[in-house]
């Protein structure tokens, strides 16, 4: 539904584009002839369509910055500066030749001034310096699209890094004279790291952690602004036989990507934006304020997972994409089944809405049982169900059940232990015994924890009283003492 009012509106942008509008100043129409354009300008993840222009225009581009709070995660949001509403930035698209007239306005509710340096400018500061807008104010400055290709844009307002890191930055393609090969979709992804007092998912309103961000510890890494932004009913799609074009930017401010597309291979990229091809490609580097473009086709049915892959980025700061390509199945390409959970965990789940319900029932007092176990639920599902399995059964042989384990049930703080440090060797499990290694979950907070053992602890059988937050933390804090003794 989304997908077909952006391309009406696109259709309607197109007729307005093709237009030649009335130039507003007439002593400029008689020195230059040239067609005066206002530049369509759209969200991510939408692509405005091609100039489908011969001849260079003078191409008027208004962008506003806003500063506004939004979700970065579940339950989690985050006052974000951008360029149009968005993170990334509105993308914007001009022809080679063109000259671009520039409005940066600034929004009277801003709290910080803001300017614009785009790197497909050539002049000083790439724009910066005739474009620092106060709140309230708008400036405007003209440049020549000397060189195609697609460039990042991002804030150059000191502090720099703070201003990026808050989601100033976008992209705009500058396409060669005679357009870019027709494609059947074409989608802007940008990459962003982003650094928060909190945790990884720690809920509520988080503010930005400049320590984090000078020493490039990462809270999030993020396609599109948002853990999520790109999945389940928002992922983009295509349909089997169509040719795929990815618009990939990385705002940075400071880690590089390993832009990579899980099951597909890149038929073509155009790497660091340039001009040159690069075929047959399966993970492209993009830069921190560089950008490609990737052109595959679609060709067997399903999920595809979008990824940085430094991949605990992916899995653990929120780097990942979906790509849904629908259509019929060509079994001599691949023999079939689809399994989203493989790699998605708990981002394969419609929404961890039961999480954030029983995170903020914490912090009022009024956390129910109930609530725990739904919320247990679906982190079990992410995390936990991959070798447990999701009827608590486990695998024979290999991963023990905890479904009426008494290993499980027989004592509580050794489970909690268990689920915080890992657990390697053998143990027995209801009579038999079980030899594999379990991970440590220590990524996963107080909360997490005591919801997903109270979900197991009441399921497939298991009865018991809701494990507390409280309970975790005395766990957790009496393997930290013995770490520090042991270190003496
Ligand atoms: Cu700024």
Redesign the pocket.
């Known amino acids: 539904m989304r997908f077909i009012k952006a391309v009406l509106s696109c259709t309607l942008l197109v007729g307005m584009s093709v237009a030649h509008a009335a130039p507003k100043d007439p002593g400029a129409q008689s020195a230059s002839p040239i067609p005066v354009i206002q530049a369509v300008l759209t969200s991510p993840p939408w692509v405005p369509p091609p100039t489908q222009r011969k001849q260079p225009a003078k191409v008027v581009v208004e962008l506003e910055?806003i500063e506004k709070e939004m979700p970065i995660s579940e339950g989690v949001s985050y006052t974000f500066?951008t360029f149009g509403g968005t993170v990334p930035g509105s993308f914007i698209r001009v022809r080679q030749g063109d000259t671009v007239e520039f409005h940066l306005k600034n929004h009277p509710s801003s709290k910080?001034p803001?300017?614009i340096d785009l790197h497909g400018v050539t002049g000083p500061g790439g724009g910066a310096a005739s474009s620092f807008t106060a709140p309230g104010h708008q400036s405007r400055f003209t440049f020549k699209a000397l060189n195609e290709g697609i460039y990042v844009y991002h804030?150059a307002?000191a502090p720099v890094g703070m201003?990026v890191a808050n989601g100033?930055y976008g992209l705009i393609l500058v396409e060669p004279p005679q357009g870019l090969p027709k494609v059947d979709k074409e989608y802007y992804v940008m990459q962003g790291d982003f650094y928060t007092t909190g945790k990884y998912r720690e809920k509520g309103l988080q503010p930005f952690d400049m320590e984090k961000a000078i020493d490039e510890k990462a809270t999030y890494v993020l396609f599109n602004g948002a853990e999520g932004a790109l999945t389940g009913e928002k992922a983009i799609t295509a349909k089997v036989g169509e040719t795929v074009r990815l618009y990939v930017g990385n705002g940075g401010p400071n880690l590089v990507s390993s832009f990579h597309v899980i099951g597909a291979i890149f038929d073509e990229v155009r790497y660091e934006g340039g001009t040159n091809v690069q075929k047959n490609v399966q993970t492209t580097l993009i830069p921190a304020g560089g950008a490609a473009v990737v052109t595959f086709k679609a060709k067997v049915p399903g999920s595809y997972v979008l990824v940085d892959h430094s991949l605990t980025r992916a899995f653990n700061k929120g780097a990942l994409a979906i790509l849904k390509i629908n259509g019929e199945e060509d079994k001599s390409i691949y023999s079939g089944k689809e399994v989203d959970e493989v790699y998605l965990g708990d981002r394969a789940q419609p929404s961890l809405a039961a999480v954030t319900t029983a995170t903020q029932a914490a912090a009022a007092g009024t956390l129910t049982k109930d609530e725990q176990i739904k919320a247990g639920q679906q982190l079990f599902a992410g995390t936990c169900s991959v070798c447990h399995q999701g009827n608590g059964a486990g695998l024979p042989g290999i991963f023990p059940p905890l479904a009426k384990s008494d290993f499980l049930l027989g004592d509580l703080r050794r489970t909690i232990g268990v689920v915080l440090n890992g657990m390697s060797g053998k143990v027995t499990v209801n009579g038999t015994e079980y030899n594999s290694v379990m991970p440590p979950m220590n990524q996963l907070n107080d909360d997490e924890v005591a919801n997903i053992l109270t979900y197991v602890t009441n399921s497939w059988g298991n009865t018991g009283n809701p494990v507390s937050a409280a309970d975790v933390k005395k766990v957790r804090a009496a393997k930290g003492v013995a770490k520090a003794e042991s270190a003496h």
Request: glycine share 0%; proline share 0%.
């Open positions: 910055v500066w910080m803001h300017n804030c307002t201003h100033m």
